[in-house]
């Protein structure tokens, strides 16, 4: 079965904090993704990469950043985090057709 | 703004009933239309998907119905049980960099069956 593994299932980080939050999948999956779920807004993409240390930009990639230096690696940065950023972080996995993307199982970050 | 308009945002049917929920897309280069089922705590989880070329498709007690001309496709839960509570998001795929492809989610919709 794929797996893909998120760092922290809960995480609570103060205002102006730099937070990591890391995803790791064992199949050896192309494609990475970190998406963002918010209530009402269902899932909406932050950033995606195709490659290790490749990269593209999703629909809501400000006030985040990435990082791909292994395949079955992705992390997602919060450079400075702020209180709208709290919010349920998915990381996904997928093969070069991303039909069937794989999900962990969720980092709930509260940024107070 | 979402590419994929989905509804209702919740319905509670009761054992057995048929939850219908409902998306719509406008942009005619999605080529793919999955749904994703989620339990509490857990991920989204892919549950069947259809092509544009085919009006309907079924797996088990789940089918989904496509209107190409209407740009819109809906996901009917058969003689649905408790287990089936969960919430249920529709998906439109495209190509996008890279010749890889990007999935644009609904809002989801939250299915409760009581017993």
């Known amino acids: 079965d794929v797996k893909v593994t998120q760092s922290s299932r809960y995480l609570v980080k103060r205002t102006g904090e730099k937070v990591f939050l890391e995803c790791v999948q064992d199949m050896d999956h192309e494609n990475m993704f970190w998406y963002r779920q918010d209530p009402g807004l269902g899932l909406r993409l932050i950033y995606f990469?195709?490659?290790?240390?490749?990269?593209e930009k999703g629909d809501i990639p400000e006030g985040y950043s990435v990082s791909r230096e292994k395949k079955e690696r992705f992390s997602l940065i919060l450079e400075s985090a702020s209180t709208n950023q709290t919010s349920m972080y998915l990381c996904a996995s997928s093969l070069a057709l991303p039909y069937e993307q794989y999900f962990g199982p969720g980092t709930r970050l509260t940024v107070t | 703004q979402q590419q994929v308009k989905q509804s209702p945002q919740s319905l509670i049917v009761q054992k057995g009933g048929i939850p219908i929920i409902n998306c719509a897309y406008e942009?005619?280069?999605?080529?793919?239309f999955p749904w994703y089922q989620q339990f509490p705590g857990k991920g989204p989880a892919l549950l069947i998907a259809i092509r544009p070329d085919v009006s309907e498709k079924k797996e088990g007690r789940f089918t989904i119905s496509f209107n190409k001309s209407a740009k819109q496709f809906s996901l009917h839960i058969m003689d649905s049980q408790p287990g089936d509570s969960a919430t249920y998001f529709c998906?439109?795929?495209?190509?996008?960099?890279?010749?890889?492809?990007?999935?644009?989610f609904g809002a989801g919709t939250t299915v409760t069956v009581r017993a």
């Open positions: 990469s195709y490659d290790v240390k490749m990269k």
């Open positions: 942009n005619t280069a999605f080529d793919y």
């Open positions: 998906a439109a795929s495209m190509l996008w960099v890279s010749n890889d492809y990007k999935l644009s």
